[in-house]
């Protein structure tokens, strides 16, 4: 089931401050199964942006750090002629 913009919000939200899931679909008129599938989805999604920045943060990591090496080579060698 396709839930709009503002139905997801209230999950979020309603989940935020621990109603059931239950709850919440009795609320927005739907199955506990289609609050639990999104939910779930939007659990995943946050897990996917997570490693995502992980991965993009290991990759600058490493980009900075051999830079830093090298200059820090640099200036290394030209202290010692």
Do not use: C, P
């Not at 999604?45 to 991965?55: H, V």
Request: charged share 25%; net charge negative; hydrophobic share 40%.
């Amino acid at each position: 089931m396709t839930l709009s913009q503002d139905e997801i919000r209230q999950i979020i939200q309603m989940r935020g401050l621990g109603y059931t899931q239950q709850e919440i679909a009795n609320h927005l008129g739907i199955s506990r199964k289609t609050v639990e599938n999104h939910l779930r989805r939007l659990k995943e999604q946050a897990q996917e942006a997570e490693q995502e920045n992980s991965l993009d943060d290991l990759f600058w990591g490493i980009v900075l750090g051999a830079g830093a090496l090298a200059l820090l080579s640099a200036l290394l060698g030209k202290g010692q002629k």
